[in-house]
Structures are given as structure tokens and as C-alpha cells.
């Protein structure tokens, strides 16, 4: 059983983004009309706890750090750049206050995407642009965060629109990103870091996917000998990532082959798919399209995948056609493009499972914690 919950955000323009943070306590929104709000949960409900300008342009993601770093997130923008936020403790009875600690300006064109690193690479984040690079930068000392040095440079030579770390800890530092050119050869590609020549390098690329493609998301890995990713364009496709070791000439660890199978391929949707989201043990995954509906889909041990709930915008349920039977679902009522509201689903008693909000193309976004 899913609530369906709406929060009254109060931007003034269409709202891009939803984040939360690792705890699932805490909430940012970012919008069209350059703000971002901090949402903090008290006794059950939303309340805003901080709201500010933070870019000139239309602010397209806003992400989490883990909070082993302190409260920080980073938000990228239209104006090409990324900024980097910390939030201080209140002093003498006042309220918490969110400063900016870093400003990065390299690229020359729309940064679309930011994510950090996990934890185990250090505070790290990864931004993509719309002129096809991918940087990634790094906070060399935690207890100063004014200082963030670009450390590679990864130029794809196409479109960017989305990326995603793999989460794993027992693989090299690897990046997938997806385009929303239609005129690339392949939409998806995998970069994977090299620690003996400190560079990053293309080790796949996926061509099975009808561009545009809006997200991608690599699964949390609990146990599995390999990756699940997912990847939202006119379809939700999953896809079996599975890293396969090998020698080169000298005896030396060479860069790591995969080998990708596809595993799902959904067009229940009927329209494009924006946004995409695992839950924690990487079993369930969330979509979200221009149909105004966000769809779950789950696995069974033969990695047999099929809808078990849609989640429908007006709040009302809907069994899937080819869910479990007893799973139904519900979804916060989307609000005009130019409104301001974001809606909170969950399980049972808890509300915080998953967000959807209208977008710039009046779709949902679903994301888990």
C-alpha cells in the first residue's frame, strides 16, 4: 500500500529536480526560477528550512553529498556552471545557513548533470554538458571545501544529458553516461578509471537504445558477481553489466571488458521516460514519464522483470496488467508547469520512499532512499 502525500513547495516555475538526502530526512528542490529549497521531515510533514538563489539560469539537478562530509550539496546549472553549497550550524538561535564553498566554471556550455562520488572514492563528484564533457573534481582536503581541483577531463564528442557512478567497491572508479544526441552511434557509454595510467578511458559503448536518452542509474550492488543499469529514453531498459577481467600482453591487469545483456526493455510508458531510481538493495527500480505516471518494476530470481505497480498522478491506484496481485500504488497529483508542487509516496506509515514532481516536460520523477 503507497500514500500519496503533496507538498506545497512554493517555486514559482517548473520544478527539475528532486534529491534526498542519505538519511531520507532531508529533501532539495531545484526549479526554473533559480532557486533551491531544503526540506527538512518534523513529526511527519515537509517544511522548508532554507530557500535561496543560487544560479542565473535554470538550475537542472541538485545532488546530495554523504553526509560523512557534512551537509553539502552541489547543483549545476544553464549557466554553466556547478556550485558547491555547505550548510553551517545555527548560532545563537538562529536558523542553519547555506553558503557557497565552490564555484566551478570550466565548462562552456549547459551542465546538465552532477553527481557525487560514494564514499569509499572520497568527496568526489562527476559533472556532464551539453558540448559532451565530462569532469570530474575533487576536494583534496574535506575540512576546506573552497577548494576543488579538476582532476580529468573526459571529452565525449557527443551530446550529454545524464550519468551515474557505479556503486561498487570492488571494480575501478567507472562512469556511465547517456546521450541525448540523435545522431549518435551509441547513446550509453562506460568509462572506467585506470589507476596505472591515471586516466580515464571509454570501456563500452551501448547502441541498442533509441536516443534520446534522459538517465541513467547503475543499481546498488548487494552481493551480485555484476551491475545492473538502467537506462530511461522512449523505453526503461535494464541491462545486465557484468565486468570480465582480463591480461594483456605484459601479464599486467588490463582495462576491464564487459559483457552487457539485455535483460528488460519496457515501453509501457508510451511516451519518453525522464527519470529513473533503484531502491536500496537494488531489486526494485522506479520510472517516470511524460504519460504522468511512475511505474515500478521488479525481478524475480531468473531475472524475469514486470511491472507490479503503477503509480498514477492523480493520487488514485491502479493494479498493474502484469504486476503481482495485491500491488497497487499511489502518486502524488502533478502540478501545473508553472506551479510548485512535489509529491512524497511511501510505503505504509512512512511517506519519504519516493518523490515524484512536474517537470519542464510535465513529467514525474521518482527517487528512492
Known amino acids: 500500500m503507497y500514500l500519496a502525500k503533496t507538498i506545497p513547495t512554493e517555486h514559482k ?37 532554507a530557500s535561496w538563489k543560487c544560479h542565473t539560469g535554470v538550475i537542472w539537478r541538485v545532488a546530495w553529498a554523504h553526509p560523512e562530509f557534512g ?13 558547491i553549497w555547505e550548510e553551517l550550524p545555527p548560532e545563537d538561535g538562529q536558523e542553519c545557513k547555506w553558503v557557497k564553498r565552490g564555484n566551478l566554471v570550466d565548462s562552456r556550455s549547459s551542465i546538465v548533470d552532477v553527481k557525487f562520488a560514494p564514499k569509499h572514492l572520497g568527496l568526489k563528484l562527476a559533472t556532464c554538458s551539453a558540448d559532451g564533457n565530462i569532469r ?21 564528442k557527443i551530446s550529454l544529458s545524464c550519468l551515474t557512478w557505479n556503486q561498487s567497491r570492488f571494480l575501478p572508479p567507472t562512469i556511465a553516461a547517456g546521450s541525448d544526441s540523435p545522431n549518435a552511434t551509441a547513446s550509453v557509454h562506460i568509462y572506467e578509471y585506470n589507476e596505472n595510467a591515471r586516466t580515464w578511458s571509454r570501456a563500452e559503448s551501448i547502441g541498442a537504445i533509441t536516443p534520446p536518452v534522459r538517465d541513467v542509474a547503475f543499481s546498488p550492488n548487494l552481493g551480485r558477481s555484476y551491475d545492473m543499469l538502467a537506462v530511461a529514453s522512449r523505453e526503461v531498459t535494464i541491462l545486465q553489466v557484468k565486468p570480465l577481467p582480463r591480461k594483456d600482453s605484459s601479464g599486467q591487469a588490463g582495462s576491464t571488458k564487459y559483457e552487457i545483456r539485455n535483460v ?24 517516470s514519464g511524460d504519460d504522468g505516471f511512475v511505474r515500478l518494476w521488479k525481478g524475480n530470481y531468473l531475472d524475469h522483470w514486470k511491472c507490479i505497480a503503477t503509480l498514477r498522478s492523480d493520487g488514485s491506484d491502479e493494479q498493474s496488467q502484469s ?24 510505503s505504509g506509515k512512512d511517506q519519504r520512499g519516493l518523490s515524484s514532481y512536474p517537470t519542464g516536460r510535465s513529467s514525474f520523477a521518482p527517487i528512492w532512499h
Not at 500491488?327 to 502533478?334: D, F, I, K, P, V
Not at 506551479?339 to 512524497?344: D, F, I, L, Q
Request: glycine content about 10%; overall charge negative.
Open 13 to 49: 516555475d517548473v520544478i527539475h529536480d528532486v534529491a534526498y538526502d542519505y538519511h531520507g530526512k532531508r529533501m532539495a528542490t531545484s526549479s526554473c526560477d533559480q532557486l533551491v529549497k531544503i526540506w527538512d521531515l518534523v513529526n511527519g510533514e515537509w517544511r522548508c528550512s
Open 71 to 83: 551537509q553539502v550539496i552541489a547543483t549545476c546549472s544553464y549557466d554553466r556552471t556547478t556550485a
Open 264 to 287: 528488460a526493455q519496457f515501453s509501457d510508458h508510451q511516451s519518453q521516460v525522464w527519470r529513473l531510481s533503484w531502491n536500496i538493495t537494488g531489486t526494485i527500480l522506479a520510472s
Open 323 to 346: 504486476g503481482a496481485a495485491g500491488a497497487s500504488g499511489g502518486a502524488s497529483g502533478l502540478a501545473s508547469s508553472a506551479g510548485g508542487g512535489v509529491g512524497s509516496v511511501g
Open 136 to 156: 570530474i573534481y575533487e576536494a583534496p582536503d574535506i575540512m576546506n571545501l573552497s577548494q576543488w581541483t579538476l582532476q580529468h577531463e573526459i571529452v565525449s
